[in-house]
């Protein structure tokens, strides 16, 4: 009896890489640009793409008060693992809030895998809502109708889900 090659292959990287679905991006980085963009995080995206790690990173940035491309939901859909850098402005971005909300949904929803990094900020800052992530969360508050109150208890929930994960945290001057 002839037996088929095919199945005692040894799997390709590529097929295990994408073992619960075809995705179109290895890692989709979050960040907020002003904190991070031309330090860590350039440094981590060109790292990832050095080791051929197919890498979404929005380079364009959104002008004030407008509301996140459906690209970018996108790319967080059809990534495999997600890392957020969680500096000390993160969470004066409605915008980096919106896709942690995304980021978060797709972890359940998808078995997307979360990598936070605690960029200069103390974990338990970004978990409970203490420190300048309190500061930044009392100005979103500020006039909150009862949509963008809704919209704040996902944002706090979300970075209370995202704490907790194990992550890497990164002190730097």
Request: glycine share 4%; hydrophobic share 30%.
């Amino acid at each position: 009896m002839a037996s088929n090659s095919s199945t005692h292959m040894i799997p390709s990287p590529s097929s295990i890489f994408y073992s619960h679905s075809q995705r179109c991006y290895d890692v989709f980085l979050s960040f907020r640009g002003e904190d991070t963009c031309r330090s860590f995080t350039d440094h981590l995206y060109s790292a990832l793409i050095r080791c051929n790690i197919k890498t979404f990173r929005d380079d364009e940035g959104l002008r004030k008060g407008e509301e996140i491309a459906p690209k970018l939901l996108q790319a967080i859909e059809e990534s495999r693992i997600a890392v957020v850098v969680f500096s000390k402005n993160y969470a004066d971005s409605k915008w980096c809030l919106d896709e942690l909300v995304k980021i978060m949904s797709c972890k359940e929803e998808r078995e997307q895998k979360v990598i936070p990094i605690f960029y200069n900020v103390d974990p338990s800052e970004v978990r409970n809502q203490k420190g300048i992530y309190e500061k930044e969360f009392s100005h979103h508050e500020e006039n909150a109708d009862e949509e963008k109150k809704e919209k704040i208890r996902r944002w706090k929930t979300a970075l209370r889900e995202a704490g907790k994960l194990a992550g890497y945290d990164v002190k730097e001057s």
